[in-house]
């Protein structure tokens, strides 16, 4: 198998709350889709590790498997083998009621366009998120002080059609992090974006990453912006590579 990482010791805190946190450790996940003929493995004996506070960007052509390890890793699919684990708590031993739970109130998504609802302003987008998770024991964030963080509180008021192609990013990443994830998935987050924009996006995602002590994996094909990055892995055919330091 591939080590891309070390896993850390599970959490001996209560799972459901806040908690210590020990980031995301994959180990020996292995995924196949399809069936007969048409059986694919999208994900290889894949081991990695992500600590909190730190950015981990993987790379790979298109088919390689990094979509399949985000959907593993933010528990929307389970694995055919190993585990997954975030803080500790085996993702796999959750039902699915759990994991949905855990999905909502520990892990956030940043997705290719921001993702946010046409009808809500820049602080609903946010406060929708506390209503969602209300009654959960989470450390959640003050909407109007997260937007100031990521430099959006002057377009609070603003809807998305009124909002750039970066500004939108920038909102959905404040979204993503109302409830003080542990984990935060990105999905080709400069997909949209002209150069200037695309390293702003990404420098905010570095610095929220350390600030918020997050775990941060981030799919790209943009190789202009991993140098914001604390580690690069590449996928190939389902695997993962050694890592590397952004040059």
Known sequence: MNHTGTTTSPSTTDPGGPGERSGLALSGVTLRLGDGDSLVTALDAVDLAVRPGEFVAVVGPSGAGKSSLLAVAGALTAPDEGTVTIDGRDIGAMSEAERAAHRRHHIGFVFQTGNL???LTVLDQLRLVTHLTRGAD???REPRELL??????HKA???PHQLSGGERQRVGIARALMTTPSLLLVDEPTAALDRARSHEVVSLLA???KRSAVATVMVTHDH???AHCDRIVEMTDGRLSDQTAPA
């Open 157 to 159: 008021d603003r809807r």
């Open 138 to 140: 989470l450390a959640r």
């Open 117 to 119: 609802l046409p009808a």
């Open 224 to 226: 202009d912006v991993l």
């Open 148 to 153: 100031e963080e990521v430099g959006m509180a």
């Open 207 to 209: 610095r929220e990453t």
